[in-house]
T-cell receptor, first 114, second 112 residues
Framework: AQSVTQPDARVTVSEGASLQLRCKYS??????LFWYVQYPRQGLQLLLK??????VVQGVNGFEAEFSKSNSSFHLRKASVHWSDSAVYFC????????????FGAGTKLTVKP | EAAVTQSPRSKVAVTGGKVTLSCHQT?????MYWYRQDTGHGLRLIHY???????EKGDIPDGYKASRPSQENFSLILELASLSQTAVYFC???????????FGPGTRLLVL
């Protein structure tokens, strides 16, 4: 079975600073990987996803993530954060099987200080 | 834009009572999911379905039943609600052949 670990429950950064949110996955085969964002009192929205190919994938609002098979990681990055980026970020993993259901990490709550 | 709605948006239930959470999607998606969200646990998969009239158990199905009477509707049923089932419940849908899930706004359930 696949699983995801997000080691940082909370991250606080200043506006304009760079950001990295960590995600480690466990899977017997190369999975599909996702980052979702949850704004207060809303459902989750997809930021970006990785299937194969270039290990760096671009997402919305300047976010990108890098897949590393050797480290079993899929870290999310942003060069310069804005206060509106404050939200909870979830990493998710899914097996390459159409009937497989994605599994989510515990989430990282990002607070951007003005 | 994919649309997933949930009802009710919030509910207070009594211990031992029956609770039904409903999810409706207008996306014509084959797959639907129920997750619960608790602080420190993220989203955990309860039940899912990839075709009408069939459901599958997720990682934490105990205490929950699911029903998929049509492609558009997917319900989560708590026959005997317990305090430990206080959480936010999210429904999601996904198209066959695609991997992006579309989430509803969530239902806040408080069991007293």
């Amino acid at each position: 079975a696949q699983s995801v670990t997000q080691p940082d429950a909370r991250v606080t950064v200043s506006e304009g600073a760079s950001l990295q949110l960590r995600c480690k996955y466990s899977s017997s085969v190369t999975p599909y990987l996702f980052w979702y964002v949850q704004y207060p009192r809303q459902g989750l929205q997809l930021l970006l996803k990785y299937y194969s190919g270039d290990p760096v994938v671009q997402g919305v609002n300047g976010f990108e993530a890098e897949f590393s098979k050797s480290n079993s990681s899929f870290h999310l990055r942003k060069a310069s954060v804005h206060w509106s980026d404050s939200a909870v970020y979830f990493c998710a993993v899914s097996r390459r099987n159409n009937n497989n259901a994605p599994r989510f990490g515990a989430g990282t709550k990002l607070t951007v200080k003005p | 834009e994919a649309a997933v709605t949930q009802s009710p948006r919030s509910k207070v239930a009594v211990t031992g009572g029956k609770v039904t959470l409903s999810c409706h999607q207008t996306n014509n998606h084959d797959y639907m999911y129920w997750y619960r969200q608790d602080t420190g646990h993220g989203l955990r998969l309860i039940h899912y379905s990839y075709v009408a009239d069939s459901t599958e158990k997720g990682d934490i199905p105990d205490g929950y039943k699911a029903s998929r009477p049509s492609q558009e509707n997917f319900s989560l049923i708590l026959e005997l609600a317990s305090l430990s089932q206080t959480a936010v419940y999210f429904c999601a849908s996904r198209d066959r052949g695609q991997d992006t899930q579309y989430f509803g706004p969530g239902t806040r359930l408080l069991v007293l």
